[in-house]
């Protein structure tokens, strides 16, 4: 059995996703920008097909849709296109420190650009503090930008509130969801959204397309471009579209919006069951994020006394993510766990598990059997643990120094 747990980190493509993707690779393979003959028109109106598609599941308008290659060009459009554009207004951009690398670096680059960015903290929970937010807007700040729900933990950011927060202090409110976008009920009106960042692979799409909602009035939202060409996507993205793509995100935006009702509880009653399991066979492990204000397809877990890349070498048929960072040499704690006071030692023991649509009631269990025996014998080989399982308070301990 080979189980895949590592959803939140991309998705396979839906066979009806590819099935509707196909016709565009082979005999409607025209250029969306072609005027002047059939080929054009027929790719034309799949994207327009597809803009509909995405704006649909976040109560958008299809015009307000601009194509991208993927979430991490989509945040960096949002971010330097609209630091770029209104720089004579402010040069203030407020953002958190648990958002995914594609908002931190745009960010940090505009730092370096002479812009001021406030990174707020979190909560133990992951969530930040409005009243925060508040204090930090200034008459120079221009864009605010929190995500939906993140990637790593799971936790939701009350979005509704920081949008009407936004509106209030007139400040541009950009949101990246990529991993909440057809997960869990998205309304840009209602939450006062300007900018909208999301992402084909986390849906049940291709990998290489995104979507950027621009909001077009109330206010008219402007981006200076990050690429420069022939002016396709209101002018604020440039390239020759990239159409079986387009048509796979708007497949699977359209599907992801039929299924949500029904799949999210699946998802969630699984990501339970695996939790519950977990926890009732084993000591000393804790669950990483908001209790009840999550996405339905993330569980992140501590595993005291056991490192996560060991126990992810101890059960190598269950794919997952670990909270290190396994770059070259280092193995960094990861910055979202840390954001959130877990303390290096458990940053280094959590695993990330993310379900979705393919995952079945038999592969939790599975998952769950792998999981309690690695950790078992990895405890096993603890000194540390067995101290605490002989009742030593290890926090007590004076270790002897040399
Ligand atoms: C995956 C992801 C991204 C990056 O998206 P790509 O399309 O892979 O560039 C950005 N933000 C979040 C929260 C993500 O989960």
Same mark, same amino acid.
């Given at each position: 059995?080979?189980?895949?747990? !590592?959803?939140?980190?991309?998705?396979?493509?839906?066979?009806?996703?590819?099935?509707?993707?196909?016709?565009?690779?082979?005999?409607?393979?025209?250029?969306a920008?072609?005027?002047?003959?059939?080929?054009?028109?027929?790719?034309?109106?799949?994207?327009?097909?597809?803009r509909?598609?995405?704006?649909?599941?976040?109560?958008?308008?299809?015009?307000?849709?601009?194509?991208?290659?993927?979430?991490t060009?989509?945040?960096n459009?949002?971010?330097?296109?609209?630091?770029?554009?209104?720089?004579?207004?402010?040069?203030?951009?407020?953002?958190q420190?648990t958002?995914?690398?594609?908002?931190? !670096?745009p960010?940090?680059?505009?730092?370096?650009?002479?812009?001021?960015?406030?990174? *707020?903290?979190?909560?133990?929970?992951?969530?930040?503090?409005l009243?925060?937010?508040?204090?930090?807007?200034?008459?120079d700040?221009?864009?605010?930008?929190?995500?939906?729900?993140?990637?790593?933990?799971?936790?939701?950011?009350?979005?509704?509130?920081?949008?009407?927060?936004?509106?209030?202090? &007139?400040?541009?409110?950009?949101? !990246?969801?990529?991993?909440?976008?057809?997960?869990?009920?998205?309304?840009?009106?209602?939450?006062?959204?300007?900018? *909208?960042?999301?992402?084909?692979?986390k849906?049940?799409?291709?990998?290489?397309?995104?979507a950027?909602?621009?909001?077009?009035?109330?206010?008219?939202?402007?981006?200076?471009?990050?690429?420069?060409?022939?002016?396709?996507?209101?002018?604020?993205?440039?390239? /020759?579209?990239?159409?079986? &793509?387009?048509?796979?995100?708007?497949?699977?935006?359209?599907?992801?919006?039929?299924?949500?009702a029904?799949?999210?509880?699946?998802?969630?009653?699984?990501?339970?069951?695996?939790r519950?399991?977990?926890?009732?066979?084993?000591?000393?492990?804790?669950?990483?994020?908001?209790?009840?204000?999550?996405?339905? /397809?993330?569980?992140?877990?501590?595993?005291?006394?056991?490192?996560?890349?060991?126990?992810?070498?101890?059960?190598d048929?269950?794919?997952?993510s670990?909270?290190?960072?396994c770059?070259?040499?280092?193995?960094?704690?990861?910055?979202?766990?840390?954001?959130?006071?877990?303390?290096? !030692?458990?940053?280094?023991?959590?695993?990330?598990?993310?379900?979705?649509?393919?995952? /079945?009631?038999?592969?939790?269990?599975?998952?769950?059997e792998?999981?309690?025996?690695?950790?078992?014998?990895?405890?096993?080989?603890?000194?540390?643990?067995?101290?605490?399982?002989?009742?030593?308070?290890?926090?007590?301990?004076?270790?002897?120094?040399?």
């Amino acid at each position: 059995m080979k189980v895949y747990l !590592d959803y939140n980190a991309t998705t396979p493509v839906d066979p009806a996703v590819l099935e509707a993707m196909l016709p565009y690779f082979r005999e409607r393979f025209g250029n969306a920008a072609s005027r002047s003959h059939a080929f054009g028109w027929e790719a034309e109106a799949a994207v327009k097909r597809a803009r509909e598609q995405v704006a649909e599941l976040i109560n958008a308008q299809p015009e307000d849709i601009l194509f991208t290659s993927g979430a991490t060009e989509g945040n960096n459009l949002a971010l330097k296109g609209a630091a770029a554009m209104y720089a004579e207004q402010g040069k203030h951009v407020i953002t958190q420190v648990t958002e995914h690398k594609a908002v931190l !670096d745009p960010c940090k680059y505009l730092e370096q650009k002479g812009y001021r960015v406030t990174f *707020l903290p979190v909560d133990a929970t992951g969530r930040i503090d409005l009243a925060q937010l508040a204090e930090a807007i200034k008459p120079d700040t221009i864009l605010v930008s929190i995500m939906h729900g993140n990637n790593e933990i799971g936790t939701l950011q009350p979005i509704a509130e920081i949008g009407r927060l936004c509106k209030e202090r &007139g400040v541009l409110f950009h949101t !990246d969801c990529c991993q909440t976008f057809g997960k869990v009920p998205i309304d840009v009106q209602a939450c006062g959204i300007d900018l *909208l960042t999301c992402s084909g692979h986390k849906i049940y799409g291709p990998k290489g397309v995104g979507a950027v909602y621009v909001r077009r009035t109330r206010p008219r939202v402007r981006l200076e471009p990050l690429l420069h060409g022939g002016g396709h996507e209101r002018g604020m993205r440039s390239g /020759t579209l990239n159409v079986p &793509g387009i048509v796979g995100l708007g497949a699977a935006a359209e599907i992801a919006g039929r299924q949500m009702a029904t799949e999210g509880p699946r998802v969630a009653a699984l990501r339970d069951r695996l939790r519950d399991g977990l926890l009732a066979q084993l000591d000393h492990v804790t669950v990483n994020g908001h209790p009840t204000e999550r996405i339905p /397809t993330n569980l992140n877990v501590s595993f005291a006394f056991v490192e996560g890349e060991s126990l992810m070498m101890g059960m190598d048929d269950i794919a997952v993510s670990s909270g290190s960072a396994c770059t070259s040499a280092s193995l960094e704690p990861s910055y979202v766990l840390r954001a959130l006071g877990v303390g290096d !030692d458990l940053a280094h023991s959590s695993i990330r598990f993310s379900l979705g649509r393919f995952t /079945t009631e038999a592969e939790i269990d599975y998952t769950i059997e792998r999981v309690v025996a690695a950790v078992r014998r990895l405890r096993a080989m603890s000194p540390l643990y067995e101290m605490v399982q002989e009742g030593v308070d290890l926090k007590a301990v004076q270790w002897q120094p040399h």
